[in-house]
Nanobody, 125 residues
Framework: QVTLVESGGGLVQAGGSLRLSCAASGRTFSSYAMGWFRQAPGKEREFVSTISWSGGNTYYADSVKGRFAISRDNARNTVYLQMNSLKPEDTAVYYC??????????????????WGQGTQVTVSS
């Protein structure tokens, strides 16, 4: 069992930055690939980014590529999402998730076994 707790969300102006954190419980964090997803009001949940067990491989949605950066610290059981050049369309609840597998299929939510409660990110224009 893995418990995930996100933090770092908030209100920011367009062009600003935020760093989200996701702290995981348990001693097996390094055996999970981690992902970030988001869901805006009235829209379906969408993939944002994913990172492999050691952090050596990452994928990004085209909409955030070049602006967001995912990273992890296995010693701290934490995964991060650095978000720069934020746009109003980035407004959403951001969720982190954990999965045992890592592949191109890691962009799909059902591949993930554990989910956090989410943190709200609001970008004003």
């Amino acid at each position: 069992q893995v418990t995930l707790v996100e933090s770092g969300g908030g209100l920011v102006q367009a062009g600003g930055s935020l760093r989200l954190s996701c702290a995981a419980s348990g001693r097996t964090f390094s055996s999970y690939a981690m992902g970030w997803f988001r869901q805006a009001p009235g829209k379906e949940r969408e993939f944002v980014s994913t990172i492999s067990w050691s952090g050596g491989n990452t994928y990004y949605a085209d909409s955030v590529k070049g602006r967001f950066a995912i990273s992890r610290d296995n010693a701290r059981n934490t995964v991060y999402l650095q978000m720069n050049s934020l746009k109003p369309e980035d407004t959403a609840v951001y969720y982190c998730a954990a999965t045992k597998s890592f592949s191109s299929g890691s962009i799909y939510g059902p591949r993930y076994d554990y989910w956090g409660q989410g943190t709200q990110v609001t970008v004003s224009s």
